[in-house]
């Protein structure tokens, strides 16, 4: 990787900013962390950084609160989870930025959690006051998180102006390291799978990703616009008639790389359990709520003979047991292809987990937003900020 790394910055007895992305979900009332994996993807950065006799100041944002205080979005529960995960204690400021805050600059081997970054409305409005304010804080500025990257906030981009030092954090690195060798120079064949609900949310990743990999599976419910774009029935099936158009073009310049279904899990409802039927051409009066078995076996097929996969999107409705089949079938079959594995996205990461075959994925991406982004060749303000060895 081109970026500077934390590896390349001489930390000891030095006072680290690392913006990590706490943006955790909490439970009602914002007291209790529902889940810690966003804290936990941090903890290798944070512990290399005290290992090398730093003192660290973490900074994130949680959730929208619009530039004001809010005691359900604070980061202090984060600030006890992650001493919990760390063994040693963390301090949690009042604020992230004031006369308070600096007063309690760290020493080497503590560790400091500001309060949520966007209780100021300076940090979403990228102000350089605010950012040189925080970049005072420190002597070196470490970036953590991906999952903001594309976003150009104070604490992303902002700050790095005024900082002696800016690098790439462990957790940064590994996202960019993956995210670059999909769209640049994949292991070949390279296999993307994109699913989900909308073509109009991957306009960008489809047309970027054709350039690049070798083949591009295409399942969910996004596959009906361009179903119809062929002028195939869809039935009830969801339709962005919108951009049927578009799924014309791309399919006249995909030059066969693009592959869709061939049959489909139809049902007259949308709902867990519906009565169903496997079909090849969709009936009036049905919709399709997954790929079908014929369909499974073309993209297992062309997933075994990967040495790269990309895959963002569930193949159907696979929150609504049966239609989980396509999507928990092509987790399954990225696990076993024994190819470079990059997956995004909330969806496919929770199909890998049930079907209990996450140690088998590469690189599973911490940042939805930022991971299509990413694919869909755009540059990321938070990573193009970090500068170039
Ligand atoms: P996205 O956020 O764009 O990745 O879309 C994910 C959502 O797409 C999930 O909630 C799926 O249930 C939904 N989805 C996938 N396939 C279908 C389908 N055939 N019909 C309706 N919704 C679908």
Redesign the pocket.
């Known amino acids: 990787m081109a970026k500077l790394s934390i590896k390349d910055l001489d930390l000891a007895g030095k006072r680290v900013f690392i913006r990590v992305d706490f943006n955790v979900p909490l439970a009602p009332g914002g007291q209790e962390i529902t889940s810690d994996k966003r804290i936990k993807a941090s903890l290798p950065t944070i512990q290399y950084a005290l290992d090398k006799g730093a003192g660290l100041i973490l900074a994130s944002h949680l959730g929208r609160p619009k530039g004001k205080p809010n005691a359900e979005m604070s980061l202090k529960p984060c600030a006890v989870r992650l001493a919990e995960l760390l063994g040693r204690p963390v301090k949690m400021a009042p604020d992230c930025v004031g006369a308070e805050v600096e007063a309690m600059k760290p020493a080497p081997g503590e560790v400091l959690l500001l309060e949520n970054l966007r209780f100021h409305k300076e940090e979403e409005g990228n102000d350089p006051a605010f950012a040189k304010q925080l970049a005072s804080l420190c002597d070196l500025y470490v970036n953590d998180a991906f999952g903001s990257a594309h976003r150009a906030h104070a604490s992303t981009e902002g700050m790095i102006p005024f900082v002696s030092k800016a690098a790439a954090g462990l957790l940064m690195e590994k996202e960019v390291e993956y995210l670059t060798l999909a769209t640049q120079n994949p292991p070949r064949p390279c296999v993307a799978i994109l699913?989900?609900?909308?073509v109009s949310?991957?306009i960008e990743v489809i047309q970027n990703l054709m350039k690049v990999v070798d083949k591009l599976l295409i399942g969910?419910?996004m596959a009906?616009t361009f179903l119809k774009a062929q002028g195939l029935p869809t039935g009830k099936?969801?339709v962005e008639e919108d951009k049927i158009g578009l799924a014309k073009e791309l399919l006249a310049t995909s030059g066969g790389k693009l592959l869709l279904p061939v049959d489909h899990v139809v049902a007259a409802e949308?709902k867990a359990g519906a009565e169903n039927e496997t079909v090849e051409t969709i009936p009036e009066g049905k919709?399709?709520?997954?790929i079908g078995p014929k369909t499974i076996e073309i993209f297992a097929g062309e997933i075994a003979k990967s040495k790269m996969v990309v895959w963002?999107?569930?193949?159907?409705?696979?929150?609504?047991p049966p239609f989980d089949k396509g999507t928990v079938a092509v987790a399954n079959a990225v696990a076993d292809s024994g190819a470079v594995s990059v997956v995004g996205?909330g969806?496919s990461e929770k199909a890998i987990k049930s079907a209990g075959v996450s140690s088998k994925i590469t690189h599973v991406s911490t940042g939805g937003g930022a991971s299509l982004e990413f694919l869909g060749g755009l540059t990321l303000p938070g990573v193009a900020a970090i500068p170039e060895k």
């Open positions: 699913g989900g609900a909308k949310d991957k969910g419910a009906y099936s969801l949308f919709m399709g709520l997954d963002n999107g569930p193949m159907g409705v696979f929150e609504m996205g969806d």
